[in-house]
């Protein structure tokens, strides 16, 4: 499809429960990128792969963070023992390898910890 | 490394005047740069993006946006604002061969009636 698909749109956790959110990149598209919305501000980059290769991870916290991209699944981005701090929209992007185009962004995941 | 700074967190303009917002980039190679739009509760728009040639770039909505390698800017502009323009908008650089997305922290565009 021609659409990044997220599941789920909302999340509801307890603190230090484990959160676990998929991307559906679009057919074709190589790169999968994972971002942290806080507040409806700023966008911190988390980690990127190239198909299932880790390509940039230095945006991730990596006591509690992980993810993967393998094939023929949709790439998961998990949290393990989510603190209040982790709230926010969880946005995947998916792109056309070694392009200059932009990315197209899934609708996102808000992910709730209280 | 890229960095993008807007200036101006909150925009307002009234309906059919000329929208400005604002990017300043910085970048250690030729920038890629995009401006994105952000309705409430959703994802990221793309409406357009300067990669090479022509400086001044048309994108979707009547917007267009143009790339000055002198000023290291890349501001977003529409020439009448519509009430369907109030967003948050997002500024950001990708340098060639990084393909990391860097952003600015957003500026909310406000149509007054």
């Known amino acids: 499809g021609e659409e990044v698909a997220q599941t789920p749109k909302h999340l509801v956790r307890g603190e230090g429960q484990k959160a676990k959110l998929y991307c559906a990149p679009i057919k074709g598209h190589s790169y999968v990128f994972w971002y942290q919305q806080v507040l409806k501000n700023e966008f911190k980059f988390l980690i990127s792969f190239q198909n299932e290769n880790v390509f940039d991870e230095t945006g991730m916290p990596k006591e509690r963070f992980s993810a993967k991209c393998l094939p023929n699944s949709p790439c998961s981005l998990e949290i393990q023992a989510t603190k209040l701090e982790d709230s926010a929209v969880y946005f995947c992007a998916s792109s056309q390898p070694g392009s200059p185009y932009g990315y197209t962004f899934g609708s996102g995941t808000r992910l709730t910890v209280v | 490394a890229q960095s993008v700074t807007q200036l101006g967190s909150h925009v307002s303009v009234s309906e059919g005047a000329l929208v400005l917002l604002r990017c300043n980039y910085s970048s250690s190679v030729p920038p890629y740069l995009f401006w994105y739009v952000q309705y409430p509760n959703q994802g990221l728009q793309l409406l357009l993006k300067?990669?090479?040639?022509?400086?001044l770039v048309k994108g979707i909505n009547g917007f267009e946006a143009e790339f000055k390698k002198s000023e290291t800017s890349f501001h977003l502009t529409k020439p009448s604002a519509h009430m369907s323009d109030a967003a948050e908008y997002f500024c950001?650089?990708?340098?060639?061969?990084?393909?990391?997305?860097?952003f600015g922290t957003g500026t909310r565009l406000t149509i007054i009636p």
């Open positions: 300067y990669t090479t040639g022509a400086t």
């Open positions: 950001a650089v990708r340098g060639f061969g990084n393909e990391k997305l860097t």
